[in-house]
């Protein structure tokens, strides 16, 4: 008799554990769950910019760029230079 009632005891405790493992399962807005985050343009962190102008620059570096800058202002394009050298009326060809 003793063998019988433990076996009906631990059916028992069986069907409970798998009715309480079933009860906890929550049902998850989808609205309300993670997302991997996004950081395109628009979102958190924005694109890296160009903040040499910020910096604090050696003297020796601040003569250095209105320079390069200069320099660049005057180079010209072949074409565009070999117009600027005009013959005189005394050194053009007769036609």
């Known amino acids: 008799m003793h063998k019988g009632k433990k076996a009906k005891g631990k059916k028992v405790a069986l069907v409970l554990i798998v009715r309480k493992k079933q009860e906890t ?31 604090k620059w050696p003297c020796y570096i601040k003569l250095q760029q209105p320079r390069a800058i200069f320099y660049k202002w005057l180079k010209v394009p072949l074409a565009v230079n070999q117009s600027t050298q005009f013959l005189d009326r005394k050194q053009l060809p007769s036609c």
């Open 25 to 55: 399962k929550k049902v998850v807005n989808p609205l309300l769950g993670k997302r991997p985050k996004n950081f395109s343009i628009g979102q958190d962190i924005h694109p890296k910019r160009d903040l040499t102008h910020f910096v």
